[in-house]
Structures are given as structure tokens and as C-alpha cells.
């Protein structure tokens, strides 16, 4: 069960990441293409938050440290980045802060990584829309606690700053040919 003190912490991160990081993918073209911006997340959002869990569950799997904050496991990196994109995917919908992210169990039979991280993704999938994206954040925070994962704001915020900065998150190399379209 969630303790108050948590959740009241919790909230206020993610409010703070969510409006930074989505003014942050904004400026570097990644809403461009889609006017009415909720209908990103139904279009390729969901799927680019899978890569990220996925990529994690590779770096869980093989005990893998990261590439980008070599200081780190990937598996906390990559859970970082889903995060990232689940928080960017929040701001097209202007209510989305005026519900907590539940605290959701998983399945009785998701007592591994792996089944974890599938039952993240079979949310994610469900309806994809400000719930879907609600779902994941709630099952990727429950991971982080069960997980020990004490650091995972300071990793989404290294990562963020990291992402700032890198030639191929922004907007002139996205038009360049073989440059990241989402």
C-alpha cells in the first residue's frame, strides 16, 4: 500500500517532469506531426513506451550497466525512459493531473521481471488513452518500489538533461534522411 508521504512526493514529481519534458519533446519536433497531439499516443506513443519497457527487460535480462549513464543499470535507465515518454504523453491531455496515478496490482502470476513488465505493456495497450498512460505509470512506479529502485527520480532527471543535449533528439536531426521521425 501506498503511504501518503510517498504518494504527496510522487505527484509532485511527476507534475514537475511531465510539463519539462513535454515542453522538452515540443521543441524538439516530436508533436510536429500531429495537430490534435492525443492522437500521438494512440498513433505510435504506446509502442515507443514498449520499446523502452522491452529495452529494459534486455538490460534486466542480461545484467546489463547503461549505455548513455554508464553509472547505472539499463534496467533502471530504460524504466526511466518509459517514464519519460509516459510523462511527455500526458500533455496533450489538459485533466490529467486531476487523478492520481493509481497504485495497481499486478496479476498473481507477475511475480517475475519479465511477467511485470509484459502486464505494463498489456496496459499500455488496453485503450490507449490518458488512462492507458496513467496504468503505466502506476505499474513502472510499483516496479521501481519492489524493485529497491530508490534513485529513479534522479535517474529520469540525469536522463531528461542527457536527452537535452543529444544531436539526435532534436528537431534539425529529425528532417535530416535516416534522422528519428518519432
Same mark, same amino acid.
Given at each position: 500500500?501506498?503511504?501518503?508521504?510517498?504518494?504527496?512526493?510522487?505527484?509532485?514529481?511527476?507534475?514537475?517532469?511531465?510539463?519539462?519534458?513535454?515542453?522538452?519533446?515540443?521543441?524538439?519536433?516530436?508533436? $510536429? %506531426?500531429y495537430?490534435?497531439?492525443?492522437?500521438? +499516443?494512440? =498513433?505510435?506513443?504506446?509502442? @515507443?513506451?514498449?520499446?523502452?519497457? &522491452?529495452?529494459?527487460?534486455?538490460?534486466?535480462?542480461?545484467?546489463?550497466?547503461?549505455?548513455?549513464?554508464?553509472?547505472?543499470?539499463?534496467?533502471?535507465?530504460?524504466?526511466?525512459?518509459?517514464?519519460?515518454?509516459?510523462? $511527455? %504523453?500526458?500533455?496533450?491531455?489538459?485533466?490529467? +493531473?486531476? =487523478?492520481?496515478?493509481?497504485? @495497481?496490482?499486478?496479476?498473481?502470476? &507477475?511475480?517475475?521481471?519479465?511477467?511485470?513488465?509484459?502486464?505494463?505493456?498489456?496496459?499500455?495497450?488496453?485503450?490507449?488513452?490518458?488512462?492507458?498512460?496513467?496504468c503505466?505509470?502506476?505499474?513502472?512506479?510499483?516496479?521501481?518500489?519492489?524493485?529497491?529502485?530508490?534513485?529513479? +527520480?534522479?535517474?529520469?532527471?540525469?536522463?531528461?538533461?542527457?536527452?537535452?543535449?543529444?544531436a539526435?533528439?532534436?528537431?534539425?536531426?529529425?528532417?535530416?534522411?535516416?534522422?528519428?521521425k518519432?
Amino acid at each position: 500500500m501506498i503511504d501518503d508521504k510517498w504518494k504527496a512526493r510522487t505527484q509532485q514529481a511527476l507534475r514537475r517532469y511531465a510539463d519539462q519534458i513535454h515542453e522538452q519533446c515540443v521543441a524538439a519536433g516530436r508533436w $510536429d %506531426a500531429y495537430p490534435h497531439r492525443a492522437d500521438r +499516443w494512440k =498513433a505510435e506513443g504506446c509502442m @515507443l513506451v514498449i520499446s523502452e519497457i &522491452a529495452e529494459a527487460m534486455e538490460g534486466h535480462r542480461k545484467g546489463l550497466m547503461d549505455d548513455k549513464l554508464p553509472e547505472y543499470p539499463m534496467f533502471h535507465v530504460e524504466l526511466a525512459d518509459a517514464m519519460i515518454r509516459l510523462l $511527455d %504523453a500526458s500533455g496533450p491531455y489538459p485533466k490529467f +493531473w486531476d =487523478a492520481w496515478v493509481e497504485d @495497481l496490482p499486478f496479476a498473481k502470476d &507477475a511475480t517475475s521481471i519479465p511477467a511485470k513488465l509484459r502486464q505494463v505493456c498489456l496496459r499500455l495497450c488496453q485503450k490507449r488513452d490518458s488512462a492507458s498512460i496513467r496504468c503505466g505509470m502506476a505499474l513502472v512506479l510499483r516496479i521501481t518500489r519492489e524493485e529497491g529502485i530508490h534513485n529513479f +527520480w534522479s535517474i529520469v532527471y540525469e536522463k531528461v538533461e542527457y536527452n537535452r543535449t543529444r544531436a539526435d533528439h532534436q528537431r534539425e536531426h529529425r528532417a535530416k534522411a535516416g534522422g528519428k521521425k518519432y
